[in-house]
């Protein structure tokens, strides 16, 4: 029994200690999220639009290896308050989207609007348990 | 039809009132929290735990003699964080269920009128535990057990039926870029202490973003409750019900939207037309619902609804929400509409009807 009980721990011991590294590399990602959400705004409001849609586009691939690298579970339905960090992540994924298509369209006004709202999403989704 | 049942009068649906303490989902470190939810209000009598004989979770929280207005306490778990693997979250007590598409938090559904899977087809609560792990950053597995009821584990409560447990489960997958989500879930289990027919459910929900300014979702349940019907011998005979919707959403502009809502439900062997006093049949048109005053309508013949809806979805500010919808129903095989608001057992006298109705939902 207690051979059993050490062998447990071990196991929960190798899982939780591979958990962290890719939570070290998760956290990077999304601190570089921010950083090209945050270049993207500036150059959509100066009118840089093509420079703006890459950064978005980098913005949008930190993301996913954010969520690679340390996924959510993703709730089954949405109740409101419920899993803030989906909630957040849809959200932000969704205005970074809209960025990135005006950006390209080259509409700054919008662009610069679309990615200010995403850089609040994903600073929400950093900041949600 | 449920939830906004009243015609031509003005309704408070839902007050709704939740404490929580949301735990986090990564991290190395255990987490504890949980949520309660207080509702008052006339959608408050659908979403209550009837369980069965009645428990008294939240069933008899107002005096009898209040007729529309109700109070329910929808959910109240206490959620665990597991820092195993990739993070294992557990819910135990009671909560919402993760059938379906739309939900009863007014603030979460596109439409202010609801489905009729939603309404008569699918649970709105459980009690007992559930677990959700995210296997990557796509696919998230949930699983668990609920008791407490006469109906497979439907809207059970804490006190009655707990001998009889149901398996609730789904696998849910979402792209990389969130643009599409596939969920199936379901319950099976026995249909209470004293019944052990089989009582299960699945309902598939596709999720598609064609673009950022339009939406799709496809959905299709299939519910069976073995015995669960009166066959014309007079013998229990098996019962099934099932139906498709499909929601189209288009962004007009920042804080406006249309949608669309087409669907069809087959009550295919009359289970709505079972004796709704015998609290083992009649389930699927819920006997909460009934005991709630107003179903579909009972002692119909085995039927298809059908409804298109069109509404809008009007956001002027981050607090402030407000969704005009136009329906229409009709039904092949009864005349369930205009039954003049009659509670259960009384059909009415139209094969069809047209709906206005409108909400504004503040949110605080």
Known sequence: ?129 | MTFGDRSAELQMNQLYLYLERAVTTSGDDWDFGGRFDFMYGTDAGFTQAYGAPQGNWDLHLNASNIKFYRTALPQAYASIYAPIGNGLTLKLGHFYTIIGYEVVTAPDNFFYSHAYTMQYGEPFTHTGLLGSYPIDSNWTLTGGVVTGSVVGGWDGGFNQGLGAWSGIGGVGWASDDQDTKVNISGTTGPTSETNSNQWSIYSLVIQHNFTQDLHYVFQHDHGFADGASVGANGKPQDATWYGINNYIFYDLMDDLSVGLRGEWFRDDDAVVSSDPTGANFGRVFSIGRQVGGVGLGSFLPASSFYAFTLGLNWKPSKWLMVRPNLRYDWADGSRPFNNGGASVGYAGDRGDQILFSTDVVITF
């Open chain 1, 1 to 129: 029994m207690k051979n059993n009980m050490s062998f447990m721990g071990a196991v929960v011991a190798v899982f939780v200690s591979c958990a962290a590294p890719s939570m070290a590399y998760a956290d990077e990602q999304g601190k570089e999220a921010i950083e090209d959400l945050q270049k993207a705004t500036q150059d959509s409001a100066q009118g840089a639009t093509s420079k703006a849609a890459k950064e978005l586009d980098e913005a949008e691939k930190h993301l996913i290896k954010e969520n690679k690298a340390h996924p959510y579970a993703e709730p089954m339905k949405q109740i409101s308050g419920e899993a803030p960090k989906a909630e957040a992540d849809r959200k932000a994924f969704r205005e970074l989207k809209k960025a990135e298509k005006d950006a390209k369209k080259k509409v700054a006004g919008d662009a610069a609007d679309e990615a200010k709202k995403a850089l609040s999403d994903v600073k929400e989704k950093e900041k949600a348990p």
